[in-house]
């Protein structure tokens, strides 16, 4: 059983009179422990994908299954919580809530999902993205690089099966970027998290199991790779 599936997935978007159409017919499989890179040039339906392989956005066609549950089959507020549990998203600009302090958005999740007494997740999450001295500091006291260590540990807190990151070092000098990116392959060697990444950045795409390339909706062959 594949973790993530999606089957023959199209999807459209209306542009005043215009139907744009992001997505294509694609398929595609990922399994535990997997790191995907998605490449492909700005326009070509890269965080479309993302967004519907987390059920953040419904297909016009085709399936998607998260563990064998086809998304399509599940109420918003049962895609709300399968999000809440199974899907963590990391983004290009970390979307952290500015008014609460690192440890309060990295235990929001939990908040929000009704989960008491979340501090020792919270205290080993910060640990692990090396962001302890931080806990009490809010975003805007926090580098690019220690925001989007905060975020990635908020993406963790539930112990999601499936890290969905958009650009994740997208706005992150280089150095940084590469300091993020050995946080998210260690997530996915440790705990067997499948990670699927959407880079412009070759750099981080080599150090993933696989490459998919999209253009204009579709997906080309995947390029396997033997070392992360
Ligand atoms: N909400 C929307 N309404 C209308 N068109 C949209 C919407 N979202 C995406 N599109 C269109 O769908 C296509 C794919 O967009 P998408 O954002 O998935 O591309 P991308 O590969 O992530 O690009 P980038 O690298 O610039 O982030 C584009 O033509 C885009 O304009
Ligand atoms: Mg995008």
Redesign the pocket.
């Known amino acids: 059983m594949s973790l993530l599936r999606l089957e023959g997935v199209r999807k459209g978007f209306q542009r005043g009179r215009e139907q744009v159409l992001a997505l294509d017919g694609v398929d595609l499989c990922l399994d535990a422990g997997d790191f995907t890179a998605l490449v492909g040039p700005?326009?070509s339906g890269?965080?479309?994908l993302?967004h519907l392989a987390g059920g953040l956005d419904r297909p016009d066609a085709g399936r998607i299954l998260l563990e064998d549950r086809d998304l399509s089959t599940l109420s918003a507020g049962e895609r709300a919580q399968l999000r809440r549990r199974q899907v963590g998203f990391v983004f290009?600009f970390f979307h952290l809530i500015p008014t609460l302090t690192v440890s309060e958005n990295v235990e929001l999740p939990l908040v929000l999902d009704g989960v008491r007494s979340g501090n020792g997740r919270v205290g080993q999450l910060l640990d692990r993205v090396g962001l302890s001295h931080r806990a009490d500091h809010l975003p805007g006291e926090l580098s690019g690089g220690e925001m989007q260590r905060a975020a990635i540990a908020r993406a963790l807190v539930a112990r999601p099966r499936l890290l969905l990151a958009?650009?994740p070092t997208g706005n992150l000098d280089s150095a940084t970027g590469a300091e993020i990116l050995d946080v998210l392959c260690d997530q996915v060697s440790d705990d067997g998290t499948a990670l699927l990444m959407?880079t412009h950045d070759i750099g981080a795409a080599k150090r993933a199991n696989h490459v998919l390339h999209l253009r204009d909706g579709r997906l080309a062959k995947a390029t396997a790779r033997a070392t992360r």
Do not use: I, P, R
Request: proline share 0%.
């Open positions: 700005s326009g890269k965080s479309t993302l290009q958009d650009e959407v």
